[in-house]
């Protein structure tokens, strides 16, 4: 079996994160008030496929967030090489040769409870291998990325069979209209639940859009360099453009759990666009409600059917915190038909979304007193100051406590010290004992030190640890959601903003 790419990836996925802006802007209306006529009237003009049956826009609804990873728009013309040199997409040149394909490098799965005060998302990794659904063509199984771009290209190939002077606008739509079709059934197929909308976005689109939001907020755990993606970040809270979005969102290399660490990127951005436009007055201000639509208009696909007036009514409780995503999770790495990729579990998977999408009520219980229990460790933030000669060690320290399950802190160097120390501040004496002990020393309080946090200062004679990691899958005696590790981890946004590798 070959599979059929329609091109080489260079960027590398720039979607994972960013893309999340194409559910944000479907719902863009979800908590303003007072409508006026230019609003309503834009709103209704979103929505150009019927690539599926749309589903009810309110009460219980799932919904398909696709970022593709095409360098040319919706009409099949190249970028131009403005665009692709802001955005390091490549040349003009090299997008001819068949760099950048149309693969969905973004594919985020929302579920929306019925009275839109509460959402869950499932991420899905690009490379999973999966068998695809409603493709055309003969391939059958590939990477769940790349059942759009399969799709799109024997459709256009099929179509300029038949009518050779077909015009590229009708080709790409129809190639584009067969590509989501695929993409929506093959997501289906693996998850086993019915999607009733989706949202999608290509690369141009990702970058206008975040021009008119004025780019978004982000936290890094670490500072990070990456000359692939052009991500040159320092550790902690700061503001980024939306050329500097882009990098935050494409990087993988030089991430300690690469592609899955950049799915953790794509739900936090997402968090901090909720944030955006709620908590800081975007919705309140009519002339970039309008600039937002406009944009959307013209770079966002929705499905036709979808009301995103009663969508918004719906939504306008839903907050970033009333929203949490997980990571779809994996089974382990292996090399398919030449290509690498992500074993997974279908079974497995479904039961978990099924489980988390449609939780089967509590039974009634008495109640009783709770017993004291430590505190987990994604309780905890740790940082990490590195006092001693070893380079590296304050980095190593925080990617293996994260592994175990603690929020990763700030890490970074102190003055120079003899002996490591463990430092707590108020709600954290329980973890900041255990953590202490994998240094042969005693934690102290530390009023210096934020609520919540542990912080470690290494001293010369500090080795790392045998620090016992949390299982990156969870174990399948259970279908709840994956909730630590690398592949878990689900994100819940403190304040708007969380805080990723």
């Avoid at 304050?394 to 463990?422: D, I, K």
Wanted: some cysteine; hydrophobic content about 40%.
């Amino acid at each position: 079996m070959r599979s059929v790419r329609t091109g080489t990836s260079l960027w590398g996925g720039v979607g994972k994160a960013g893309y999340g802006l194409s559910c944000i802007a479907a719902a863009v209306t979800l908590v303003i008030s007072g409508f006026s006529y230019f609003v309503v009237r834009s709103v209704n003009s979103i929505g150009t496929s019927h690539a599926i049956i749309s589903g009810p826009s309110i009460g219980a609804q799932n919904i398909l967030v696709m970022g593709l990873e095409s360098r040319r728009d919706w009409n099949g013309n190249i970028l131009p090489n403005s665009i692709l040199n802001v955005l390091h997409a490549g040349s003009r040149q090299g997008v001819e040769d068949g760099v950048g394909g149309n693969d969905t490098n973004t594919l985020i799965l929302i579920h929306i409870f019925a009275g839109g005060t509460k959402a869950v998302g499932f991420s899905i990794p690009r490379d999973d291998w999966v068998n695809f659904a409603g493709t055309v063509g003969t391939e059958q199984q590939g990477k769940i990325d790349q059942a759009y771009g399969v799709s799109m290209f024997y459709q256009q190939q099929k179509l300029k069979a038949q009518d050779p002077s077909m015009s590229q606008d009708q080709l790409a739509f129809l190639g584009n209209e067969a590509g989501r079709s695929a993409a929506v059934a093959t997501v289906e197929k693996l998850t086993g639940v019915h999607i009733d909308h989706f949202a999608e976005v290509n690369l141009d689109g990702f970058y206008e859009l975040a021009k008119v939001f004025g780019g978004v907020q982000v936290c890094l755990n670490h500072p990070v360099h990456d000359a692939n993606s052009g991500a040159d970040f320092r550790a902690g809270y700061q503001h980024l453009d939306a050329e500097q979005a882009l990098a935050f969102v494409r990087q993988r290399d030089g991430l300690p759990n690469g592609d899955l660490d950049r799915t953790h990127r794509q739900q936090a951005f997402l968090d901090s666009v909720m944030h955006q436009l709620k908590d800081e007055g975007v919705l309140g201000d009519l002339g970039k409600i309008q600039a937002l639509l406009s944009v959307a208009k013209q770079y966002m696909i929705t499905d036709s059917g979808w009301n995103l007036l009663d969508f918004a009514t719906e939504m306008r409780s839903l907050t970033s915190g009333d929203l949490v995503f997980h990571t779809l999770p994996i089974e382990g790495y292996e090399t398919i038909d030449g290509q690498d990729a992500n074993a997974v579990d279908p079974a497995y998977i479904k039961s978990i979304v099924q489980a988390t999408f449609f939780p089967k009520p509590s039974p009634h219980r008495q109640t009783r007193q709770p017993q004291a229990t430590s505190p987990a460790a994604g309780t905890t933030t740790v940082d990490v100051l590195n006092g001693g000669d070893t380079a590296g060690l304050a980095t190593q320290v925080s990617t293996a406590l994260a592994g175990a399950g603690y929020r990763a802190g700030q890490v970074g160097n102190t003055t120079s010290r003899v002996t490591t120390a463990v430092l707590y501040g108020n709600g954290a004496s329980a973890n900041a004992g255990k953590i202490a002990s994998m240094f042969g020393v005693a934690a102290a309080a530390s009023s210096s030190v934020a609520a919540g946090h542990v912080e470690i200062l290494l001293g010369t004679s500090a080795t790392l640890p045998d620090i016992a990691a949390s299982p990156a899958t969870p174990q399948k005696t259970s279908s709840a959601a994956p909730t630590t590790g690398p592949q878990g981890g689900a994100i819940q946004a403190k304040d708007g903003i969380p805080c990723v590798n």
